[in-house]
């Protein structure tokens, strides 16, 4: 889930996708001129909300449980869903609606370089301006170690989720690879407090769970594990023992199969 804000095109009202929707769902037949720029600012809001709908509550612009009617129940505009869905600007899959490129447009990292381009833009102004150099420097030298402490922290969240993947492979018998799509609801937790003893100890638990059964075995992965509401679920239903570095799970010792697994000895 990101910040506040999204991004959305200052050409958006003439873009070709969107005078397709409009097409798709008849908003510019028999319309008077007036009417037609209604319906059109109709169609451009309702783009607003959904996009927003995905900033708040997706973390991979995937939306569990979401189907192309809830959309259009929750943005009040039947037809709508169906028609970002014709021109790629969403997708089914199952029981999950999947927004194409959403680390592009709508993710942190997305806003991250937003942010970065405006502020690129506002230093080559301020320098064509000599009063103003004096004051950018201290600016740049502030923001510089703000980067590097987010370079180094982003660093150390993307290690420990390689290693949480790591453990899910091993224990799970899966082979997540360590991309962005993967690790970042792991991350996400971290960042909300989570520990590596705790995430493992979940992987055990729905392992240990699911592992037999064929209609459950598929959520074995991340996406779920660590979506957050159901971590908080899956974290909230462990007991305290299973929850504590080094306890004892199907008698044997998990950090100590894990260590040997990291050297290689298992």
Not at 113 to 131: I, L, M, N, Y
Request: net charge neutral; glycine share 8%; charged share 30%.
């Amino acid at each position: 889930m990101a910040a506040d804000w999204i991004k959305m095109r200052s050409d958006l009202g003439t873009h070709p996708k969107v005078v397709r929707i409009m097409s798709a769902l008849k908003a510019d037949k028999t319309r008077t001129e007036s009417g037609r720029a209604s319906d059109k600012l109709r169609v451009i809001g309702a783009l607003h909300a959904v996009w927003s709908l995905f900033d708040i509550h997706s973390e991979d612009g995937r939306l569990e449980g979401y189907s192309a009617d809830v959309i259009d129940e929750m943005i009040g505009f039947v037809g709508f869903a169906d028609a970002m869905i014709s021109v790629g600007w969403l997708e089914q899959d199952g029981e999950t609606l999947v927004m194409p490129r959403f680390e592009e447009h709508n993710g942190k990292s997305a806003k991250r370089r937003a942010q970065e381009s405006v502020r690129k833009r506002e230093e080559r102004k301020a320098d064509g301006s000599p009063q103003s150099v004096p004051e950018m420097s201290a600016s740049d030298a502030d923001k510089k170690r703000t980067r590097e402490e987010k370079r180094r922290e982003e660093e150390k969240h993307m290690s420990s989720a390689g290693e949480v993947l790591d453990y899910l492979n091993l224990k799970a018998g899966r082979n997540f690879e360590k991309v962005d799509a993967n690790a970042k609801p792991i991350i996400a937790r971290l960042r909300e407090g989570a520990t590596l003893d705790r995430m493992k100890a979940v992987v055990d638990a729905k392992v240990a769970e699911w592992r037999n059964d064929p209609k459950m075995c598929q959520y074995l992965r991340p996406a779920t594990l660590f979506n957050a509401e159901k971590f908080a679920q899956y974290s909230g239903s462990l007991g305290s023992q299973s929850a504590s570095a080094g306890a004892p799970v199907n008698g044997s010792s998990v950090l100590a199969e894990y260590a040997d697994y990291m050297r290689g000895t298992l």
